[in-house]
Nanobody, 124 residues
Framework: QLQLVESGGGLVQPGGSLRLSCAAS????????IGWFRQVPGKERAGVSC????????NLADSVKGRFTISSDNAKNTVYLQMNSLKPEDTAMYYC?????????????????WGQGAQVTVSS
């Protein structure tokens, strides 16, 4: 059974850092692209970053460029989202998602499998 589990969320002060993890089971990252999305109540889920299968490339939303980095450890079947210089507007529920193939998309409808989410709160 394909499963994604996020971890690493929490409360951090503005300017701080967090690293989110997305642990995949039931499938291998070699064939799947992983995306990170975030959502606040009352708004649509927004794409943050993605990393393509087999080193096909990465993508970042303009709002997080220069602050967030996505990486993967295929041996651990885990994708990470390193978030630096966090701002209050980064506060959201963060989800990782998977889609088969190499298309690195920031559109949520492109993804078939989702984790349960991890809350990130940036506040002083």
């Amino acid at each position: 059974q394909l499963q994604l589990v996020e971890s690493g969320g929490g409360l951090v002060q503005p300017g701080g850092s967090l690293r989110l993890s997305c642990a995949a089971s039931g499938f291998t990252l070699d064939y799947y692209t992983i995306g990170w999305f975030r959502q606040v109540p009352g708004k649509e889920r927004a794409g943050v970053s993605c990393i393509s299968s087999r080193g096909g490339g990465t993508n970042l939303a303009d709002s997080v460029k220069g602050r967030f980095t996505i990486s993967s450890d295929n041996a651990k079947n885990t994708v990470y989202l390193q978030m630096n210089s966090l701002k209050p507007e980064d506060t959201a529920m963060y989800y990782c998602a998977a889609r088969f193939g190499r298309l690195c998309s920031l559109y949520s409808y492109e993804y078939d499998y989702w984790g349960q989410g991890a809350q990130v709160t940036v506040s002083s």
